[in-house]
Nanobody, 118 residues
Framework: QLQASGGGLVQAGGSLILSCTASGSVVSINTMGWYRQAPGKQRELVAS??????NYGDFLKGRVTISRAKDKNTVFMQMNSLKPEDTAVYYCHSPLVYSGRGYEYDLWGQGTLVTVSS
């Protein structure tokens, strides 16, 4: 299970930190990341991190930093210089988690709303 937090209302130019924690007897989780979906638009990658690589989507590049806690089960994403067009529901995601329940594929968090006011 992926639990996301940190969304909210912020003024344009402001910053937010989102966090996502994988819970439930997690043994290993290689990739964690964030996607976002604005109204009427498709879900798109914001940033992802594996054990040795970080990938950023084009539209937030330079304004977002993703990092991982030492236990590898929590990922943080700081977004800076936010714009009204960054308003969306942000979803935490992992393509594969190995836990006490076995292998779980394509896990999504519940989504956290980020609203950027102009």
């Amino acid at each position: 299970q992926l639990q996301a937090s940190g969304g909210g209302l912020v003024q344009a130019g402001g910053s937010l930190i989102l966090s996502c924690t994988a819970s439930g007897s997690v043994v290993s989780i290689n990739t964690m990341g964030w996607y976002r979906q604005a109204p009427g638009k498709q879900r798109e990658l914001v940033a992802s991190v594996t054990t040795d690589m970080i990938n950023y989507g084009d539209f937030l590049k330079g304004r977002v930093t993703i990092s991982r806690a030492k236990d590898k089960n929590t990922v943080f994403m700081q977004m800076n210089s936010l714009k009204p067009e960054d308003t969306a529901v942000y979803y935490c995601h992992s393509p594969l988690v190995y836990s006490g329940r076995g292998y779980e594929y394509d896990l999504w968090g519940q989504g956290t709303l980020v609203t950027v006011s102009s």
